[in-house]
């Protein structure tokens, strides 16, 4: 089976709202650090590019990892459905994940990145051939 590309499209102009101050803050705190080799601890969010093909590994096996070991955030992008399901901390684990689509003119927005905000129609947007 062959592989095919991703249709998701994340652009320089989706991230000009990042802090520019020379931090790694958005996405390594006080018990996440980069040494030269590695990076220690586990992130803060985690976005992951689903297919058909991996989307029960994608959330199962990994969600559950990715719970184990302290992830804040796990969003599952399906280009193959435009949706985002995403995974968010509640308490020891994941709360129920929130679905989000294009078709609904959803938004996906996340309070460890404020001032982020990805109209999913976009996302989704269909590349020129």
């Known amino acids: 089976m062959k592989a095919t590309t991703p249709r998701v499209k994340l ?18 705190d006080g018990e996440h650090y980069v040494t030269p080799k590695h990076v220690r601890g586990a992130p803060e969010l985690v976005v992951e590019i689903g297919f058909l093909s991996t989307r029960k590994r994608d959330e199962t096996i990994k969600r559950r990892l990715y719970e184990r070991t302290g ?14 399901r995403v995974y968010r901390r509640a308490g020891s684990g994941f709360g129920r994940p929130i679905e989000l689509s294009a078709e ?9 990145l404020p001032g982020l905000e990805i109209a999913l129609s976009r996302l989704f947007e269909p590349s020129v051939r």
């Open 71 to 84: 992830v804040s955030e796990y969003w599952v992008i399906d280009p193959e459905l435009d949706v985002v």
């Open 104 to 112: 609904a003119g959803d938004r996906l927005e996340t309070e460890l």
């Open 11 to 28: 652009t320089y102009d989706d991230f000009v709202l990042f802090p520019d101050d020379g931090k790694r803050h958005e996405l390594i």
